[in-house]
């Protein structure tokens, strides 16, 4: 099995920054992608920023400039810095990691994992 536990959401004002953590354990072998996925209420999850095991990244166009991700393979965390928030950036933020778990080393097969969910509030 593999755990994720999300951390650093709340309530900032606009223009301001918040850290967001995913920290993945259990039996895991290795780890593939890792991302951000956020959810505004009524409206659909919609992808805010991957990075894959070698470091590249892809960012939505409504944070690019502002949000970072970013990954630490040796505690399988993947943190997104967020900067200049909007109130528009206002929603539950989850965290995916494609992990590969030590039974299917041989295989390399990947599945997600979901986050809890973290709530980020941008007032203005």
């Known amino acids: 099995q593999v755990q994720l536990v999300e951390s650093g959401g709340g309530l900032v004002q606009a223009g301001g920054s918040l850290r967001l953590s995913c920290a993945a354990s259990?039996?895991?072998?290795?780890?593939?992608?890792m991302g951000w996925y956020h959810q505004a209420p009524g409206k659909q999850r919609e992808l805010v920023a991957t990075i894959t095991s070698i470091g590249n990244t892809n960012y939505a166009d409504s944070v690019k400039g502002r949000f970072t991700i970013s990954r630490d393979n040796a505690k399988n965390t993947v943190y997104l810095q967020m900067n200049s928030l909007k109130p528009e950036d206002t929603a539950v933020y989850y965290c995916?990691?494609?992990?590969?778990?030590?039974?299917?080393?041989?295989?390399?097969?990947?599945?997600?994992?979901w986050g809890q969910g973290t709530q980020v509030t941008v007032s203005s």
């Open positions: 259990g039996s895991i072998y290795s780890i593939n992608d």
């Open positions: 995916y990691v494609a992990v590969i778990p030590i039974t299917s080393w041989w295989s390399r097969a990947a599945y997600d994992y």
